[in-house]
Every structure is written in structure tokens, then in C-alpha cells.
């Protein structure tokens, strides 16, 4: 994809992460450690030229960063939201970025000499927690991040499943309910209407505008729109009746989708990431404990670990890097 002639001393990587208010650069040497960082804002709905060029930006204050230079880096990688066609290294759509077959890694290819890689940004998280987070040295690993929606990443044998053409793995978009709640996508019933934080919040809305004495009801001070994803959590361990079936409801829905995956893919670890992932072992020991009673073969089978990555906002930088 280019005339890239590095230093026989390249070793490092550049890898990027587009989010929808900041897009972050690090520099990556071979121990996965990011030894330069920089920022800058998204600033989405601008021409898509406009944001390459601070991608550029990012980039080559991130090498600076480092005290290193383009010669020394042996590739550059993009982590990026919404439909991705890693072969031609085209966005073809993303909601977050109001783009549209976007010729990105080209565009890209301009301004380096590097190769370019981009994949979606889920893709990119879970690889980064398969090189240098909580599932390292892990071979099969499905990762699901639990915010608006429900992204997910998957590595089976230690590399990243693309899937043939653009999109790779929607795992939030997997039936979980014939005919149920309906989804952003359009369908009825995904996983994602269940089991993101999106979910959640609807859910203990609903709970605690039927319960208005619960503690579900007072933590949001007499206003639902306050309620997030973490008062049904901190309503559930104060012993509250309300948030507690919020919660084991919750749980149970996300346990449905954990044991599909388990299913299909056999994965040495689950991971989960985003906001309601913070629960910690409040979340991920119930989980294991449905997934271990409903999962093929259940306990006589091979079981993951169910753990929450570790690596925060690097992971996607590490994973881009990895690509």
C-alpha cells in the first residue's frame, strides 16, 4: 500500500483512536506502552478532509511527543466508529462522524509513508486488551462495551475477526427477544435494547416511576431524567427492593447474550467494557454464575473468565497500533 522504507531500528507504532469529542494518538513501542500521547477535539459534522487533517495533527504530535520520527515507526493504525471495510481501509458509514464512504486510510497515506490500517473502533479496543490489557496473552477473547449501544470485538487464535467485506462482528445486534423492544438498527428484540446502558436507564426509569418511595426513585431527586446507569447499581447495593430487580434483570439479559457468544465461539475470556463495566465483580460474579448454569455442557464444559478490561481509554490506541 506504499513505498514505506523504515529505519532497520523501526520499532514503534502510531496508533489512533476517533471518539466522538476527542481524537487520541499515541506513540506505541514494541512492550505495547504508549511513550507519546497527544489530543485533539473531533469536532464531527465537519468535512471529512477537515478531521483527516487533525488525524495528521494528532499523529505527528504524538511522534513529538516521543522524541521519535516517522523513519523509526513501522506502521499506523486507526480505530474508528461505525462500518469499516478494513480491506480498502474505507469508512463506509459512520453515525457518530456524519460520514460516508470516506477514503480515510488513503487520504491518510498522503500525509505518511507509513502502512495504514484502520479498523472499528470496538475491533481495536479488544485487540489492545488481548496485547497489553486484561486478556493478555489470551487466544480466543469476545469483548462487549456496554454504553449507548452495545459494540463488541472479537479474536479468535490470536487475531481479529473482520468478517468478509465492510461491518465485522455486531454482536449487540444478535436477536435476544422474538419481536421485543425496538432497536436503533431497526430490527426488534437485539441484544443492544437490552443490555446496554441505554437499556438500563429505561429500564429503572420505568421501575422507579412505579415505584416512586423506592431509592431507585429518590437518587434521581424527583427528576428521572437524572437517572443513569450507575443508580440502579448504587439503589441495588443500599438493599433497595426496586433497584435490586433492576439490576438482576439487567444481569440476567446480559447473561443471555454472554452465554450465545459463549456458544458460538468458545472464548477463553469475556470481556465487558464502557460505563456499567466499573460495576466490577458486582457485575461480572453473577454473570459467570448464570453463564456456568445455561452455557452447553454448563460447568462439565469450558468456561471463560468474565472480566472487565483494564486498559480505560488506551485500549483503542494500543489496538490501532496492533493493527
Known amino acids: 500500500m506504499s513505498n514505506h522504507s523504515t529505519s532497520p531500528a523501526a520499532s514503534r507504532r502510531l496508533g489512533i483512536d476517533i471518539g466522538g469529542t476527542s481524537i487520541k494518538a499515541g506513540t506505541v513501542n514494541q512492550e505495547n506502552e504508549i511513550i507519546g500521547r497527544?489530543?485533539?477535539?473531533t469536532d464531527a459534522g465537519r468535512p471529512w478532509q477537515t478531521v483527516a487533517q487533525d488525524i495528521v495533527k494528532a499523529a505527528q504530535?504524538?511522534?513529538?511527543?516521543?522524541g521519535h520520527t516517522e523513519k523509526e515507526c513501522l506502521s499506523l493504525g486507526v480505530g474508528c466508529p461505525g462500518t469499516i471495510d478494513a480491506q480498502s481501509g474505507t469508512v463506509v458509514y459512520s453515525n457518530n462522524l456524519h460520514w460516508k464512504d470516506v477514503p480515510l486510510a488513503q487520504a491518510l497515506q498522503k500525509a505518511f509513508s507509513l502502512p495504514v490500517h484502520i479498523s472499528n473502533d470496538a475491533n481495536c479496543?479488544?485487540?489492545?486488551?488481548?496485547?497489553?490489557?486484561?486478556?493478555k496473552n489470551c487466544k480466543n477473547v469476545?469483548?462487549?462495551t456496554l454504553g449507548t449501544g452495545v459494540g463488541s470485538g472479537i479474536v479468535l487464535d490470536g487475531r481479529l475477526f473482520e468478517g468478509s467485506g465492510p461491518?465485522?462482528?455486531e454482536f449487540g445486534h444478535t436477536l435476544l427477544v422474538m419481536d421485543g423492544e425496538r432497536c436503533t438498527c431497526g430490527r426488534r428484540g437485539c441484544l443492544e435494547s437490552y443490555a446496554s446502558a441505554t437499556a438500563l436507564i429505561r429500564q429503572a426509569k420505568k421501575a422507579a416511576e412505579t415505584q416512586p418511595n423506592s431509592?431507585?426513585?429518590k437518587l434521581c431527586e424527583g427528576d428521572l431524567s437524572r437517572m443513569d446507569g450507575r443508580i440502579p447499581f448504587t439503589a441495588a447495593r443500599s438493599g433497595d427492593a426496586a433497584g435490586q430487580r433492576v439490576v438482576k434483570q439487567y444481569i440476567a439479559y446480559l447473561a443471555a447474550g454472554i452465554t450465545n457468544a459463549?456458544?458460538?465461539?468458545?472464548?477463553?475470556?469475556?470481556?465487558?467494557?464502557?460505563g456499567i463495566s466499573k460495576e466490577g465483580a458486582y457485575l461480572t460474579d453473577p454473570l459467570e454464575k448464570l453463564v456456568r448454569q445455561n452455557a452447553f455442557g454448563g460447568a462439565?464444559?469450558?468456561?471463560p473468565q468474565i472480566r472487565t478490561a483494564a486498559l480505560g481509554n488506551d485500549a483503542g490506541i494500543i489496538g490501532a497500533a496492533n493493527l
Open 125 to 135: 479496543a479488544t485487540l489492545g486488551e488481548v496485547r497489553a490489557g486484561a486478556a
Open 215 to 217: 431509592l431507585l426513585a
Open 142 to 144: 469476545v469483548l462487549l
Open 262 to 274: 459463549v456458544n458460538i465461539f468458545r472464548p477463553e475470556m469475556v470481556l465487558l467494557s464502557g
Open 61 to 66: 504530535l504524538a511522534l513529538q511527543d516521543a
Open 300 to 303: 462439565a464444559s469450558f468456561l
Open 38 to 41: 497527544a489530543a485533539v477535539p
Open 167 to 169: 461491518g465485522g462482528a
